[in-house]
């Protein structure tokens, strides 16, 4: 299995919602990441995890918490976002600490 | 900011030709990869290079890296209309630290 997933794919969320992102992967991967990305805007590194350890944290608001509960799965929870918030988030994996890396679709988030 | 820079910004060809494309670095670097994005999607890994290395080749793919010229270049040869995306380099640097640059949006018109 070569795919890694997210769900969901759309999230629509008011200021005062908590919802949460996941992500999937079976490769065996060590590393999971976090990116955000704004319209026509390269993607920006948000969180890092290694080995089921959080390696890098990119100066990311409170408001954005991470979770990796084992080797396959990674969460974004999201709590009290604000309008600018609204940005597709990517997850990736890899095999090693900052290789290659294989990218989810993205789930398109819009906070009203 | 330690973000890579590219240019151009867009380029656009016809079938058949050649595109290049370019990113420029500020710090040292462990290794340097390119990816490749449709419409605003998942990111697709197409090449890594590092830093001892000056250049790769995959399939259509050529990529140069100088490490004194704190640069390196992407080739696609023979584009194709489905190489219509936009293009990120990417930097793994000293200190623990990864961005992707500014992107180059490539068109190719069949």
């Known amino acids: 299995d070569t795919e890694v997933t997210q769900t969901p794919k759309h999230l629509v969320m008011g200021m005062t919602n908590k919802k949460s992102l996941k992500c999937e992967q079976h490769?065996?991967?060590?590393?999971m990441y976090w990116y955000k990305q704004k319209a026509k805007k390269p993607p920006e590194l948000m969180f890092v995890?290694?080995?089921?350890?959080?390696?890098i944290n990119e100066s990311v608001p409170s408001r954005f918490s991470p979770e990796c509960p084992n080797s396959s799965l990674l969460n974004l929870h999201l709590h009290a976002l604000q309008p600018e918030d609204s940005a597709l988030y990517l997850c990736?994996?890899?095999?090693?600490?900052?290789?290659?890396?294989?990218f989810g679709p993205g789930t398109r988030l819009t906070v009203l | 900011s330690q973000q890579g820079e590219e240019d151009p910004q867009a380029l656009s060809i016809q079938e058949g030709e050649n595109a290049t494309m370019n990113c420029s670095y500020k710090?040292?670097?462990?290794?340097l990869q390119w990816y490749r994005q449709n419409s605003g999607r998942g990111l697709v890994h197409l090449i890594l290079?590092?830093?001892?290395?000056r250049e790769k080749h995959s399939g259509r793919l050529r990529v140069t890296l100088d490490t004194s010229k704190k640069s390196s270049s992407l080739l696609i040869t023979a584009s194709r209309a489905a190489d219509t995306a936009s293009y990120f380099c990417?930097?793994?640097?000293?200190?623990?630290?990864?961005?992707f640059g500014t992107g180059t949006s490539l068109t190719v018109i069949p």
């Open positions: 990736a994996t890899s095999r090693d600490h900052l290789d290659e890396q294989f």
């Open positions: 490769m065996g991967h060590r590393a």
């Open positions: 710090t040292s670097i462990n290794n």
């Open positions: 995890y290694s080995y089921e350890k959080l390696s």
């Open positions: 990417a930097t793994d640097h000293t200190g623990n630290q990864f961005y």
């Open positions: 290079i590092r830093s001892n290395e």
